[in-house]
């Protein structure tokens, strides 16, 4: 989120059809999460594409959650580690308290989670950070939570960090396009480990283009239980080198459609090169230069495919 909290206006309780609660945010004009539910959209878009098992005692993993939000993301990753557990080291971006405080007065959102994933939530809230001590389960676990623009909070995190895990769940890139630029996406890029994957629900062509140009191969990641099947469900994104298979666990390689949509003017990026700009001058920018791009209509796009797809 960008912003300051008093600008991100009021958060009404958003239900989503597996039960879960989630929160809609009258600034923003969407929820947080897809209406097919807030828990299987974390699950599928965020823990399973992960590939947790790839980490396990005696190894380190670095997540970093851009935009923390209810917490949905961090929460079902940490229930889904090994047994085995590797170190952890956590950091969270995020803007408006709001969201975490409000999730853990529902009932109904605490009983979704183990005491000790709760705890840690708690902790966040509390007290902005977790540690814990070295212990056979627990490894010199530790958490920290940045409060405040991510673009610039992004900057307090040691530079030498390199992340296993970027989970991106910013409001769309619309909506919110400070955290969906060139120059963001590029720094995030550039803080992925070797075996590194950032996962986001945004299948946005200005996204993927701008992760491509910053070095990363490009992966669809497949709908969540309930969700409504389209031609992409969200993007996987890892350094080129780092021979993660065209096809896995919850993601698939980018079909033919979706290579062609990062050619039209929907590709276009966003750009915020101070890192800096209003949500409003990067989306004025963006349209001048889609004007005068010179790249195909993304409407002719979606007119060909609908054309080619078998009725």
Known sequence: MNGSAAELGALRVYPTADGSFSLHSDHFG?????????????????????????????TELKILDVCLGLGYNTAAVLEALPTARPKLRWWG???????????????SFKALWSAP?????????DHGCW????????????GIQLWGDARSML?????????????????SPQRCPELWS?????????????????LTYSRSAAVRASLKRAGLSMYSLLPAPGERVGWSSGTMATPADAACPLDGPGWRQLSAMEWEHL??????????????????????????EQEHCGYEPTNAWQRRWRKDSPS
């Open 30 to 58: 969407e929820a947080f999460h897809n209406s097919a539910g807030a828990l299987n959209e974390a699950r599928a878009k965020f823990v399973q594409p992960a590939e947790l098992q790839r980490f396990s005692s005696g």
């Open 93 to 107: 971006l995020e803007l408006d308290r709001r969201p975490l405080e409000q999730a853990l007065e529902q009932a």
């Open 117 to 125: 994933v709760l705890a840690r939530l708690e902790a966040i809230r």
């Open 131 to 142: 540690k814990e001590p070295n212990n056979w389960q627990e490894p010199n676990s530790q």
């Open 155 to 171: 900057q307090e995190i040691p530079e030498p960090v390199r992340f296993d895990l970027v989970l991106l769940d910013a409001f």
């Open 182 to 198: 060139e120059e963001f996406l590029g720094a995030l890029a550039q803080r992925l480990a070797p075996q590194g994957r950032l």
């Open 263 to 288: 050619q039209t003017r929907a590709a276009v990026p966003f750009r915020d090169p101070q890192g800096n700009a209003t949500a409003e001058d990067i989306l004025e920018r963006r349209r001048f």
